[in-house]
């Protein structure tokens, strides 16, 4: 069973741009969740997707937005990039009431 | 609100010796909880969770985990360890609890290095 793949590995991108980052679940899953994890501040919440509608997120700026398609894969947009988006963005996805599984992530670099 | 306590942000071991890596919780329900690990550039692994099934809860590699509730803990055990075991380890509540559909919360993390 293939696991959950995110792409772009990296990204570099300047201040006001914007990122797309990419991620498809396990196959069966129907959510799927985005997490930030910035140094020096953990792992935080970002977006719940399940079955196409956005059911959860956490305190971010609506800058960060994302949409989750019909085959269930998803979408995290960032818009008007900061210094401070850096960090590794991490996708899970989920059966109904499982646990979630992570991808290896996408790794933002803002300069 | 849920939130985990990770009480060590840096534990070594040598190899063969016991791992203890501790977690405290604080839910006002009864909680789904689990462990995580991360290895160098890598996403989460799953490693155990609890769901009010058993209050000792066997996972992958080796590493258990005992529910208590009235010391509100979570902590992760592990007989002997493996150089491999070297890595990041979260202790997750999920959010809101008794649905693993929920957000999870993260505690801060344990670095784990295990010394040859």
Known sequence: EAGVTQSPTHLIKT???????????????????????????????????????????????????????????????????????????????????????FGDGTRLSIL | AQSVTQLDSHVSVSEGTPVLLRCNYSSSYSPSLFWYVQHPNKGLQLLLKYTSAATLVKGINGFEAEFKKSETSFHLTKPSAHMSDAAEYFCVVSDPPRNQGGKLIFGQGTELSVKP
């Open chain 1, 15 to 101: 201040r006001g741009q914007q990122a797309t980052l990419r991620c498809s679940p396990i196959s069966g899953h129907t959510s799927v969740y985005w997490y930030q994890q910035a140094l020096g501040l953990g792992l935080q919440f970002l977006l719940w997707y399940e079955e196409g509608e956005e059911r959860n997120r956490g305190n971010f700026p609506p800058r960060f937005s994302g949409r989750q398609f019909p085959n269930y894969s998803s979408e995290l947009n960032v818009n008007a990039l900061e210094l401070e988006d850096s960090a590794l963005y991490l996708c899970a996805s989920s059966r109904s009431n499982q646990p979630q599984h």
